[in-house]
């Protein structure tokens, strides 16, 4: 089975229940990097996030990768009121061993991850392969607060 990799992130409310509702409702799951606290990137001023990376191996397509993220935001209550504002659940497909898509709605893989450390840290984690040539930028903290 193919090899993908979603980002996860809460910074309202309860945030780690967001992130354990969530996992738990992802098949072909294999792997969850530790927790992060991240400062927010861009956008309006807002409170800290925390951050994971979750590895599948799937049949799932891209589409339908983010179909599943969309419908997690959806159970989250996620409002989207402002462009990179706060929100209860953000869920990226990040990479999907096999596959590239350049469309306006999904683009694999996730055209900005090289450029944050909170989606560099935690899939290094899960797979060091892709630190490989990665330099952190130093944006904002990254701190591993917890284990999964």
Do not use: C
Not at 36 to 51: A, H, K, R, V
Not at 96 to 110: F, M, R, S, T, Y
């Amino acid at each position: 089975m193919p090899q993908a990799f979603l980002g996860l992130g809460s910074n309202i409310g309860d945030r780690m229940k967001y992130l354990q509702e969530a996992v738990e409702e992802i098949p072909d799951l294999v792997g969850v990097s530790g927790v992060y606290e991240t400062d927010p990137i861009g956008g309006p001023d807002q409170s800290t996030f925390l951050n994971i990376v979750v590895e599948l191996e799937t049949g799932l397509n891209p589409r339908e990768l983010l179909k599943l993220a969309q419908t997690l935001e959806e159970k989250a209550d996620r409002r989207r009121e402002i462009r990179w504002g706060p929100r209860t659940l953000d869920v990226d497909v990040l990479w999907i061993e096999g596959h590239e898509v350049n469309d306006p709605d999904l683009q694999v893989p996730h055209p900005r991850m090289r450029d944050r450390a909170f989606v560099m840290v935690p899939l290094g984690e899960l797979e060091p392969a892709f630190l490989t040539d990665w330099t952190d930028p130093e944006e904002g903290k990254v701190n591993r607060i917890a284990d999964w």
